[in-house]
């Protein structure tokens, strides 16, 4: 026996019925309906140290996402005292596992593996590019008018063909011919993003669902890999990554949501 790893009898000591029969039930699609406090994490890391310890799945084939890194890293601290010294990397947060689609296939939209992963102080920096290049001026249009007005356009419009379709070129000139400040500045991102070849947070779901959906032999590569698909808090998941989900656990429909 792995140092570390827990027997069957272990995994389940101290759930109760509800909990247990969630824990056993391993096929198909699932959903926990309860309420906070209720033990709902306890049921969804015991079920994932279930399908290793007792159904012998590898840690490879089970995705088990969550909203925070707080949360992912305390999921993982659970499940490894079950399971041992495992690989828990697709223990993670939808964001983090999209990145680790995208350092293996974002070359299906012509990216370079290594793509700059954004952060606040970089998308900032950019703003400050735009708005200098195009004499824009923050008082009257704001920094955080921008970002809400950029959020809005990848997120709530799902709008992908700025980063898929249009080429530098066309793009740099869309900029440049802007008259509406809201689109000058948000072409004018872009541009900028796809000079460095950097997403932000918004673009690496949105980016990851667009290969996903649009590129089968992808598709059908995480489908066939991700055997199961957990999901903590369920009730907080955007379209976006209720779509993820949903695409992910298309192939072998083990979908378990909390």
Not at 61 to 79: H, Q, Y
Not at 93 to 100: I, K, M, R, S
Not at 171 to 177: A, I, S, T
């Amino acid at each position: 026996m792995e140092v570390g790893k827990i027997n069957m009898e272990d995994v389940l000591a101290g759930l109760n019925i509800e909990q247990e029969e969630a824990v056993r039930t391993t096929e198909g699609y699932v959903r926990i309906i309860a309420g906070a406090g209720s033990g709902k994490t306890k049921a969804l890391t015991h079920r994932y140290a279930y399908l290793v310890n007792e159904l012998g799945i590898s840690t490879s084939n089970i995705l088990c996402v969550t909203f925070t890194n707080k949360a992912a890293n305390e999921m993982k601290k659970r499940i490894r005292t079950m399971i041992g010294d495992n690989d828990t990397g697709f223990v993670c947060t939808f964001h983090g596992f999209c990145v680790q689609v995208l350092r293996e296939d974002i070359h299906a939209i012509n990216y370079p593996q290594n793509f700059i992963v954004m952060d606040a102080e970089d998308t900032e920096a950019i703003l400050k590019t735009v708005y200098e290049a195009s004499n824009i001026q923050s008082r009257s249009y704001t920094f955080d008018m921008a970002r809400k007005d950029i959020h809005y356009a990848k997120t709530k419009n799902f709008h992908i063909p700025y980063l898929t379709d249009l080429d530098n070129t066309k793009l740099k000139m869309d900029y440049e011919n802007a008259k509406d400040i809201k689109q000058k500045v948000f072409l004018g991102y872009v541009y900028e993003q796809k000079k460095c070849y950097g997403l932000d947070f918004d673009d690496l779901i949105t980016v990851a669902l667009y290969i996903l959906e649009n590129f089968q032999e992808k598709r059908d590569k995480w489908q066939e890999r991700m055997m199961y698909v957990m999901v903590d808090e369920f009730q907080d998941v955007s379209s976006s990554q209720y779509k993820l989900a949903d695409v992910l656990s298309g192939y072998h429909k083990n979908l378990f949501i909390v």
